[in-house]
Each structure stands twice: as structure tokens, then as C-alpha cells.
């Protein structure tokens, strides 16, 4: 995900397979098993974030040239994925206790992906499918917030969202953006789930009613929030807030959202079928419409 910066992408086992371009709000999905690089090619410096899937990245595979060029700087590898710098004073590892470099023949039988394919995977801002019905409090005053997926199934309550990136990566992102002064109401989902502000202020509200904690996030911050914790999302500047959201798992993410929330959804014809979808209440099964119902009467 690429925040500031004009940068280069280039792949293959010489870095010479194919390069793409990427820019402020552009976000690229490089598959695994592919060597890469990148640079900052543009005039000022530059910031990506970068997400490896899941808990386990299952560590890095370094191309032979670099190994060799880093040992020419006193740089070396251990199989643990050590790094002994002994220009500094460190001590030279074994032989035997070296990452050994993958083998020229294994190097170039890596698959090969056209600049065609990995354009496909890149999802540049004027390539984004903004949703404005993309969750159930959207229908609400107050609300007014949209959705745009990019890698796999997130949060996104919209049934006519497809991503750009479907195969699985241990977590998916979106791009939620909300104006000024609206807010998304408060959800809570199973898995943990990462914010980045590319555009505007964060205010996040954690926690139940009367045990709130607030938490502004400004532009280029990241907050982490743990899964099964309430959370609202307000815009609190004075323009648009763009937020990059990256929520663990490669499943569909089905959100909780609290009671009133749903009912006041309710009173505005709207409720979640079992997919996760944002409906017509009136079409949805009776023991929804009767939860619905429940939570307009509590209240």
C-alpha cells in the first residue's frame, strides 16, 4: 500500500520479468513464490506499508546475488534468519550455521508472471469500486460512509463487491472513507483488524456503553484493534477519512453490530441476510425480522 512516493516494481529471478508503477493510494498484491524488488523513483521520499499474510510469513527467500553482495559488506545470514553484521565487530557464523542460497536451476523455474498479470493485481485509486450501501448503518443518518474492497472478502456488506485479489492471503483489505463528521457505528468482529489513515483523523471509541475509551488516529497512523471489541469509527477532521482496513483471516468477515444500531436500521427497512448482506428487512427470514424487532423494543 503505497502512502507517499512514486515507486518501481520489478520481478523475476533477475528482476527482469516485469516492472509496474505505483503511486499515492495505489495498492499492489505480489503473489508468493516470486522474487521482487522496489525503489523510490520519484522526486521526493517515499512510504509503503507493506501486510505478509497471516501470524507466519514463513520467512524470506533472498536471491543468491544478495547474499553475496551483502557478504562483501561483512553481512551474513544464519538459518534462522539472523543477520551478523561483522563489520560491527560481530563474529564470523560457521559455514554450516549460513542461510544456503537457493540454487540458480530452483531460481529459474519460479512460476513467471507477465506485466499484464501483476497489473491485474494492482488496484490503483481510480480503479476503486466505492459501495455507499456497503454497511447496514449506512442507511442511517449520520452514517454516511463507503466501501471499496481490494484483496478477498472483508467487511464489506455490499453482495456486489468483488475484489480485485481472490486467492487467499491471510487477511483482506478495503478502503473505508467517510465525510466529515459521520460516522460508522459500533460493530465488533471475530478477528483483529488494522487501521491506517491515509486521509483525514480517526476518532476510535473502544468498548461498551459506559466503558468507553477514546483514541484519535491521525494521517499515516496505524491503530490495531483486537478481535471481539466494540469500536466506532467517526470522521473528526475537516476532510474525507480515508482508512486502509486490514482484517486477519481469508473468510468473509460477518460484523456484530450493537442493538441500536440494528434497530435503527430496522426502522429504516434494512437488516443483514445470512450471508452478511445489507437487505430489505421485509425479505429477510421471519426470525430475523422478529431479532429486529426485539432490539427496536428494548430501546
Given at each position: 500500500m503505497i502512502f507517499k512516493g512514486r515507486?518501481?516494481?520489478?520481478?523475476?529471478?533477475?528482476?527482469?520479468?516485469?516492472?509496474?508503477?505505483?503511486?499515492?493510494?495505489?495498492?499492489?498484491?505480489?503473489?508468493?513464490?516470486?522474487?521482487?524488488?522496489?525503489?523510490?523513483?520519484?522526486?521526493?521520499?517515499?512510504?509503503?506499508?507493506?501486510?505478509?499474510?497471516?501470524?507466519?510469513?514463513?520467512?524470506?527467500?533472498w536471491h543468491p546475488s544478495i547474499l553475496e553482495q551483502a557478504a562483501q559488506h561483512g553481512l551474513y545470514l544464519t538459518k534462522e534468519s539472523v543477520l551478523v553484521d561483522t563489520a560491527s565487530g560481530a563474529s564470523m557464523p560457521s559455514p554450516g550455521a549460513l542461510m544456503e542460497p537457493?540454487?540458480?536451476?530452483?531460481?529459474?523455474?519460479?512460476?513467471?508472471?507477465?506485466?499484464?498479470?501483476?497489473?491485474?493485481?494492482?488496484?490503483?485509486?481510480?480503479d476503486r469500486?466505492?459501495?455507499?450501501?456497503?454497511?447496514?448503518?449506512?442507511?442511517?443518518?449520520?452514517?454516511r460512509s463507503e466501501m471499496a474492497p481490494v484483496v478477498g472478502f472483508g467487511m464489506t456488506q455490499d453482495r456486489d463487491h468483488e475484489p480485485a485479489a481472490t486467492n487467499p492471503h491471510g487477511f483482506t483489505i478495503e478502503w473505508l472513507r467517510i465525510a466529515p463528521g459521520e460516522q460508522v457505528g459500533r460493530y465488533t468482529l471475530d478477528a483483529k483488524q488494522v487501521l491506517i489513515v491515509f486521509e483525514g483523523i480517526a476518532e476510535i471509541v473502544l468498548n461498551e456503553a459506559g466503558e468507553e475509551v477514546s483514541v484519535r488516529v491521525q494521517r499515516q497512523d496505524l491503530f490495531s484493534a483486537p478481535a471481539n471489541?466494540?469500536?466506532?469509527?467517526?470522521?473528526?477532521?475537516?476532510?474525507?477519512?480515508?482508512?486502509?482496513?486490514?482484517?486477519?483471516?481469508?473468510?468473509?468477515?460477518?460484523?456484530?453490530?450493537?442493538?441500536?444500531?440494528?434497530?435503527?436500521?430496522?426502522?429504516?427497512?434494512?437488516?443483514?441476510?445470512?450471508?452478511g448482506y445489507v437487505a430489505p428487512l421485509r425479505l429477510l427470514p421471519f426470525e430475523t425480522r422478529q431479532t429486529a424487532e426485539a432490539f427496536i423494543a428494548a430501546e
Open positions: 515507486w518501481l516494481f520489478r520481478w523475476g529471478a533477475n528482476g527482469d520479468e516485469g516492472t509496474i508503477i505505483g503511486e499515492p493510494g495505489d495498492v499492489l498484491s505480489i503473489p508468493t513464490w516470486i522474487f521482487r524488488g522496489f525503489s523510490n523513483v520519484g522526486d521526493d521520499d517515499g512510504w509503503i506499508f507493506s501486510a505478509l499474510g497471516g501470524d507466519e510469513t514463513g520467512g524470506l527467500i537457493i540454487d540458480t536451476t530452483t531460481a529459474e523455474s519460479l512460476r513467471r508472471y507477465s506485466p499484464g498479470e501483476m497489473r491485474k493485481r494492482m488496484v490503483k485509486v481510480d469500486k466505492w459501495s455507499s450501501r456497503a454497511l447496514l448503518d449506512s442507511v442511517l443518518p449520520g452514517h471489541v466494540w469500536r466506532s469509527i467517526r470522521s473528526a477532521g475537516d476532510a474525507p477519512l480515508l482508512i486502509a482496513v486490514m482484517t486477519a483471516g481469508d473468510q468473509k468477515k460477518h460484523i456484530t453490530w450493537a442493538a441500536e444500531v440494528v434497530a435503527a436500521a430496522a426502522k429504516a427497512g434494512f437488516g443483514v441476510d445470512h450471508n
